[in-house]
């Protein structure tokens, strides 16, 4: 199994600052990609932001500039830090990593369990 826990969520006033965290254990052979989802109450998941092995950086326009993604290889994190944060950024933030896993031969996405990020005055 991959494993995802994520941790930083809170509440935070519009235009603050969070950093999520997300560290990954179990059986990886090799990871793709990793990154950050969020959910809203009553919308669908959407992409914040995701980070290839090469270092390779992709984000949401509503996110860029204000959002910044990171991984380190050897420890199997990825964080996100979020700056000058809006009402609308409240949402449920899910961590995903692209891989393959140990005990199998195909890359498949996996996801941690969330955390909530509450932006309001």
């Known amino acids: 199994q991959v494993q995802l826990v994520e941790s930083g969520g809170g509440l935070v006033q519009p235009g603050g600052s969070l950093r999520l965290s997300c560290a990954a254990s179990?059986?990886?052979?090799?990871?793709?990609?990793m990154g950050w989802y969020r959910q809203a109450p009553g919308k669908q998941r959407e992409l914040v932001a995701v980070?290839?092995?090469?270092?390779?950086?992709n984000y949401a326009d509503s996110v860029k500039g204000r959002f910044t993604i990171s991984r380190d290889n050897a420890k199997i994190t990825v964080n996100l830090q979020m700056n000058s944060l809006k009402p609308e950024d409240t949402a449920v933030y899910y961590c995903?990593?692209?891989?393959?896993?140990?005990?199998?031969?195909?890359?498949?996405?996996?996801w941690g369990k969330g955390t909530l990020v509450t932006v309001s005055s």
């Open positions: 179990g059986s990886i052979f090799s990871i793709n990609t």
């Open positions: 980070i290839i092995i090469g270092g390779s950086t």
């Open positions: 995903n990593l692209y891989g393959r896993s140990r005990r199998l031969s195909d890359a498949m996405d996996y």
